[in-house]
């Protein structure tokens, strides 16, 4: 009808009301269309969270919709801790399971009102044991150059040079390890590789296999954490199995060619320190640092980055090998569990001299274990000892003091040491049974001289020359000091330019003499731009040079 007011509060009576100026009518009528129960019945037809029955954190977050055709909509959710009220996803630990969640959807509009229940599962996170491989290389490509084909390995920039990575299937005079291929990898001018593994572990494993295929002029495998100046590293460096920390090599292990060895880095980014093993054909950990090294750098080992050759390197060198590369958190490549097998053994001297008549007693050993932590073995609990002692203090003479070390849990497991005794005669002449002398350094000129003797008696003579003998009258001519202790020191023996060093002991007549060639550091003389470059980017060993000219770097 027709209306007075904008209200539409006075219908306009056609039949009874007089116009008598302009007025203005207000048309109000009923749209012809869904009652608010038809809207509502529409939104919870059209309402829905798409496929919910396997949610992790990598689901996109559900979308809550809050309102539609004028009709509102709340949510309830029994477990707001696995899906939030913003629809992000949280996986539950996995020893807690996958969790079934209910979300209630209430949809109003006036007086009309539908619910509609939607059931979720969120999967809970894998077992930590369980993770998925960072890395898994095995080289299964076509054989050739990686280069060129699609792998997930690219070169450095910069850093690609002229050494070669190749896929093979075979090599020769070794076997392959089961399943895999290898990369072999042949150094001249520096190359690098580089893949990613992203993370977000504290600890992690890498872990490869690689061979060395000659004794002599080997390329070498370096794996490691950035491309310059690595904070962490570990390989094959000839024939030396090394890790490396803060952009410092250490050379460890010696390893056989043309044999395998499945190398084992663990990384702790939390405490800063590296751990590395290489494992037995037991399939047992042996340690090649000394226990956890402590690195200052800065590093998450984002990449590993496969590094060989050297600007120094002029020719193309023989062959080395690598493959099954595995890189993980440290909870999803546990340690084998560590058996006993006896390793290191200290504290047994290799020769004791005794006077006549006094008594002898046996040492006491530290037995190490050769696997995992190599930590101390117990007595009678991990092992077993037996001596065989036939030293007979009455009688001066010579004789051999036998211990045997039979592993607890594998009787095959034996080890014999022995050791020399001398049951001397305070009446005989004293003996000169060996000498060391610690590295004079470069701009040093002191040495620490050991000299280890049969009798704590006597006077001992020294003389420093350039000859590699000198008489008695000669050495008796030099210095001397007295003796006493079977393990006699100088200490900072002053050297200039002699090479030797010269002994003879004076007690109930003249012991043997003892000529020593005294050890001095090597260095690396610089005197050209080019041996300065080769050595910033040198691997070897050698740890002092010496500048002995200007450089022009123009």
């Keep these: 009808g027709w209306f007075k007011e904008t209200t539409l509060a006075t219908e306009w009576q056609f039949d009874v009301d007089v116009v008598n100026q302009d007025i203005t009518l207000y048309a109000g ?18 309402l829905t ?23 509102s909509i709340t949510w309830s ?11 992000l996803i949280v ?13 209630v959807a209430t949809i109003t509009l006036g007086s009309a009102a539908l619910t509609k229940t939607f059931v979720a599962t969120v999967l809970a996170l894998p077992d930590i044991t369980e993770a998925p491989n960072l890395i898994e290389e095995g080289f299964d490509y076509v054989n050739g150059n990686i280069l060129s084909a699609t792998t997930p390995w690219a070169p450095v920039s910069g850093k690609t040079g002229s050494s070669l990575y190749t896929v093979v299937d075979s090599i020769p005079l070794a076997t392959l390890p089961t399943g895999s291929k290898a990369l072999k990898v042949e150094a001249l001018t520096e190359t690098q590789l580089e893949t990613a593994i992203p993370h977000s572990y504290d600890v992690i494993v890498v872990e490869m296999s690689v061979l060395q295929s000659t004794a002599s002029n080997g390329s070498a495998i370096h794996m490691q954490s950035s491309a310059s100046s690595p904070v962490i590293g570990f390989g094959l460096d000839g024939t030396s199995l090394y890790y490396r920390v803060d952009n410092v090599q250490y050379k460890v292990q010696t390893v056989d060619i043309n044999t395998w060895y499945q190398l084992r880095l ?9 751990e590395m093993f290489y494992y037995s054909p037991e399939g047992q950990l042996i340690q090649v640092t000394p226990g956890k090294v402590a690195f200052t750098g800065t590093t998450s080992m984002q990449s590993l980055f496969l590094r060989t050759g050297s600007s120094t390197t002029a020719e193309l060198r023989s062959p080395a090998y690598v493959t099954n590369i595995v890189a993980n958190r440290v909870e999803s490549m546990p340690r084998p569990e560590v058996i006993v097998k006896i390793g290191e053994i200290t504290g047994i001297d290799a020769t004791v001299s005794i006077e006549e008549g006094q008594a002898f007693v046996p040492q006491v050993p530290t037995v190490k274990n050769m696997f995992g932590e190599q930590v101390t073995l117990v007595l009678d609990t991990d092992y077993s000892l037996t001596i065989t002692n036939p030293v007979n203090t009455a009688v001066a003479g010579d004789y051999v003091v036998t211990y045997t070390f039979t592993n607890a849990a594998d009787s095959s497991d034996i080890v014999v040491v022995t050791q020399d005794v001398n049951v001397y005669s305070v009446a005989q002449p004293n003996e000169i049974t060996n000498v060391t002398t610690t ?4 701009l040093g000129e002191t040495t620490d001289v050991t000299v280890t003797l049969l009798q704590p008696n006597g006077k001992l003579f020294y003389l420093l ?7 008695v009258t000669a050495i008796k001519a030099g210095s001397f000091m ?12 002053v050297v200039t330019n002699e090479t030797y060093l010269h002994m003879v002991v004076e007690l109930n007549g003249d012991s043997n003499l003892m000529h020593h060639a005294l050890t001095f550091e090597s260095i690396t003389e610089l005197s050209t731009a080019e041996a300065f470059y080769q050595m910033t980017t040198s691997t070897s060993d050698t740890s002092t040079y010496v500048l002995i000219a200007d450089i022009d770097f123009a």
């Excluded at 009528?29 to 059209?46: A, N």
């Excluded at 477990?79 to 629809?87: H, L, V």
């Excluded at 590295?439 to 470069?442: A, C, G, Q, S, T």
């Excluded at 020359?465 to 008489?471: D, G, I, L, M, R």
Aim: proline content about 4%; hydrophobic content about 35%; glycine content about 6%.
């Design 77 to 87: 959710i029994d477990k707001p801790d696995y899906i939030q009220a913003n629809g």
């Design 29 to 46: 009528w009923l749209m012809d269309g869904p009652t608010d129960q038809e809207k509502v019945q529409s939104v919870h037809d059209w």
């Design 465 to 471: 020359s350039n000859n590699e003998t000198e008489t």
């Design 439 to 442: 590295l004079i350094p470069y």
């Design 482 to 493: 007295d003796i006493t202790n079977v393990s006699t020191v100088l200490e900072d023996l």
């Design 49 to 71: 969270l798409g496929d919910i029955d396997a949610l992790t954190n990598q689901s996109a977050r559900l979308i809550l919709a809050t309102s539609r055709d004028g009709a």
């Design 266 to 274: 663990e990384v702790d980014f939390i405490h800063k320190t590296i």
């Design 91 to 103: 996986q539950p630990e996995a020893e807690t399971g996958d969790q079934t969640v209910t979300l």
